[in-house]
């Protein structure tokens, strides 16, 4: 729990702890993942680091459609609704 309230000061803990499923769940006895799940106030906390980019507004001036899907293939399938 303590490791959850020195995250947002703290670099080391948020990359090799918060961000390390294995070692988060040896250091953090597996109960940290249950308390990010439980508790609000813990998942608003862990994103504070992150509050500046995720506030800043969206640039999409330079988006292209072309661009972004021209790797992409797609299938189209139909969706049956009720019994098959």
Sequence with gaps: MFVLFLYPRSRLIQEGI?????????????????????????RRRLLIPFRQSLLRPIEIEGLSER??????????????????
Aim: no cysteine; aromatic share 12%.
């Design 18 to 42: 918060v961000w390390n499923p294995r070692l988060r769940a040896i250091l953090g006895f597996i109960y940290v993942d249950i308390l990010l799940v439980a508790i609000p106030l813990l």
């Design 67 to 84: 661009t972004y899907y021209a790797n992409r293939e797609l299938s189209l399938t139909v969706a049956r609704v009720g019994k098959n």
